[in-house]
């Protein structure tokens, strides 16, 4: 096989013209997605396969771009593209057929290249094992349609169930000598150490498709025909927490229905315990684990499904930003080595400043503001306090040294926070104060 390349310096003249209907075919479980075979965009017969290709069995899917030197127009006709593309690998590069075994336009059709179980000439001379999926674009210059996203997932998961290719696992690629995950972009050949290989820095599939792959592993591992693993999630024992309070107890003991989360691309084993909880303002929530042994994670959800994971994930704590007052929020336990242990669980949230007594704000006098050692509060003799709260901005409540109208607050780092007080009445206010 020749050298192959993702960068295509085509001799044709770009033709917008509207994509008409073609030839579809399809087949089973996970499901062969429909496709555009060689007669359908192809139809004079002249862009003929190989007459004598040579087959091989895939143990890893590697994903292209065409790196072509334009963004293609809306209205393209893409059928005409891949006869050029065709072109350019026979005529001009000497092959035999086009280099890909399949490749993906922008509006998420799929056209047969060399077809299934076909050695292709795209991954850099060590094409032995591979199947190549080409999207068609440069993905240094714009990011991959979701329509295409899709049907490299959907084309990626009949492929790896197909030939029993773990996703989410580097597997040994022999004929590179690399251990790559069976679904891997072009440019994770580049450090090959075999003698054959003819790789030279390629950037391809373009970085806005490489920095998807991960998040694309993820998604095909979700899918219940390649894992027989529907992922979901049992939210009807959810522990409703409340903001600021830390929960402690024991790990759930079921077995694990979730395989992994679509906010990282970590998998785990379980098994889950499920918390609720809804905030009063909107704002930044935050759920930290802490008193746990193994390796437990923590998961925030917008609703009990665990593609639908918002924000940041690290090693014992989850962010989400943008969450809502009145808006009810999972937060998930997980695990990925079984581990049962039991944890502590605080969810931080904004605090409910707009939820304030204006009538028990008049009456209440905090000084100095900003603060630094002591912080003071004066107030008249017919307002009973209930119980005074200090809160930062994640509306942890601080534990409080009150004594009889001064704080000592030097313990606090520096930074805003919010002094509530509780009346008899159970009437609330807030007052925003800074610590210096």
Same mark, same amino acid.
């Given at each position: 096989?020749?050298?192959?390349?993702?960068?295509?310096?085509?001799?044709?003249?770009?033709?917008?013209?509207?994509?008409?209907?073609?030839?579809?075919?399809?087949?089973?479980?996970?499901?062969?997605?429909?496709?555009?075979?060689?007669?359908?965009?192809?139809?004079?017969?002249?862009?003929?396969?190989?007459?004598?290709?040579?087959?091989?069995?895939?143990?890893?899917?590697?994903?292209?771009?065409? $790196?072509?030197?334009?963004?293609?127009?809306?209205?393209?006709?893409?059928?005409?593209?891949?006869?050029?593309?065709?072109?350019?690998?026979?005529?001009?590069?000497?092959?035999?057929?086009?280099?890909?075994?399949?490749?993906?336009?922008?509006?998420?059709?799929?056209?047969?290249?060399?077809?299934?179980?076909?050695?292709?000439?795209?991954?850099?001379?060590?094409?032995?094992?591979?199947?190549?999926?080409?999207?068609?674009?440069?993905?240094?210059?714009?990011?991959?349609?979701?329509?295409?996203?899709?049907?490299?997932?959907?084309?990626?998961?009949?492929?790896?169930?197909?030939?029993?290719?773990?996703?989410?696992?580097?597997?040994?690629?022999?004929?590179?000598?690399?251990?790559?995950?069976?679904?891997? $972009?072009?440019?994770?050949?580049?450090?090959?150490?075999?003698?054959?290989?003819?790789?030279?820095?390629?950037?391809?599939?373009?970085?806005?498709?490489?920095?998807?792959?991960?998040?694309?592993?993820?998604?095909? $591992?979700?899918?219940?025909?390649?894992?027989?693993?529907?992922?979901?999630?049992?939210?009807?024992?959810?522990?409703?927490?409340? *903001?600021?309070?830390?929960?402690?107890?024991?790990?759930?003991?079921?077995?694990?229905?979730?395989?992994?989360?679509?906010?990282?691309?970590?998998?785990?084993?379980?098994?889950?315990?499920?918390?609720?909880?809804?905030?009063?303002?909107?704002?930044?929530?935050?759920?930290?684990?802490?008193?746990?042994?193994?390796?437990?994670?923590?998961?925030?959800?917008?609703? *009990?499904?665990?593609?639908?994971?918002?924000?940041?994930?690290?090693?014992?704590?989850?962010?989400?930003?943008?969450?809502?007052?009145?808006?009810?929020?999972?937060?998930?336990?997980?695990?990925?080595?079984?581990?049962?242990?039991?944890?502590?669980?605080?969810?931080?949230?904004?605090?409910?400043?707009?939820?304030?007594?204006?009538?028990?704000?008049?009456?209440?006098?905090?000084?100095?503001?900003?603060?630094?050692?002591?912080?003071?509060?004066?107030?008249?003799?017919?307002?009973?306090?209930?119980?005074?709260?200090?809160?930062?901005?994640?509306?942890?409540?601080?534990?409080?040294?009150?004594?009889? $109208?001064?704080?000592?607050?030097?313990?606090?780092?520096?930074?805003?926070?919010?002094?509530?007080?509780?009346?008899?009445?159970?009437?609330?206010?807030?007052?925003?104060?800074?610590?210096?």
């Amino acid at each position: 096989m020749g050298k192959s390349t993702c960068y295509l310096k085509m001799k044709l003249l770009v033709l917008v013209i509207l994509l008409s209907p073609g030839l579809e075919i399809s087949a089973q479980d996970c499901e062969q997605p429909n496709y555009c075979d060689r007669l359908c965009w192809g139809p004079q017969g002249n862009h003929p396969a190989q007459s004598n290709p040579a087959f091989t069995d895939p143990s890893h899917i590697i994903v292209h771009h065409s $790196g072509d030197n334009l963004i293609w127009p809306v209205g393209t006709d893409f059928k005409l593209v891949v006869q050029a593309y065709w072109d350019q690998h026979v005529n001009t590069n000497g092959w035999s057929d086009i280099g890909y075994n399949w490749l993906i336009d922008r509006n998420g059709v799929i056209y047969e290249g060399r077809g299934d179980g076909v050695r292709g000439a795209h991954f850099s001379c060590m094409n032995q094992s591979t199947t190549g999926i080409c999207l068609i674009g440069n993905f240094e210059l714009e990011a991959p349609s979701e329509a295409a996203l899709n049907k490299l997932k959907d084309l990626s998961a009949w492929e790896a169930s197909d030939k029993d290719l773990d996703v989410l696992t580097p597997s040994r690629h022999n004929t590179s000598q690399l251990d790559l995950f069976p679904l891997s $972009g072009h440019r994770d050949g580049n450090p090959s150490p075999a003698p054959h290989s003819c790789a030279s820095g390629t950037v391809c599939p373009g970085q806005n498709l490489y920095s998807l792959l991960p998040f694309a592993r993820i998604d095909v $591992g979700n899918y219940q025909c390649y894992n027989g693993n529907p992922n979901l999630l049992d939210c009807t024992d959810a522990v409703s927490l409340g *903001c600021g309070e830390m929960y402690s107890g024991e790990a759930s003991l079921d077995s694990s229905g979730v395989f992994s989360y679509a906010c990282n691309n970590w998998t785990e084993t379980g098994p889950e315990r499920v918390h609720i909880i809804t905030p009063t303002a909107d704002g930044p929530i935050k759920a930290e684990l802490s008193g746990f042994s193994g390796d437990l994670d923590v998961y925030i959800l917008g609703s *009990c499904d665990p593609s639908d994971c918002l924000g940041t994930v690290t090693s014992n704590a989850a962010i989400y930003e943008e969450a809502k007052a009145g808006q009810s929020y999972f937060v998930v336990v997980d695990s990925d080595d079984g581990s049962a242990s039991g944890y502590q669980l605080l969810i931080s949230c904004p605090s409910p400043v707009d939820t304030e007594d204006p009538n028990l704000a008049s009456l209440i006098t905090v000084f100095p503001n900003p603060a630094h050692d002591w912080l003071h509060y004066r107030l008249p003799a017919q307002v009973k306090l209930q119980k005074i709260e200090i809160i930062n901005n994640f509306g942890q409540i601080l534990q409080i040294d009150d004594r009889q $109208g001064t704080i000592d607050v030097s313990p606090l780092p520096a930074g805003t926070y919010f002094l509530r007080f509780t009346d008899q009445n159970n009437s609330k206010t807030s007052v925003r104060w800074v610590k210096n």
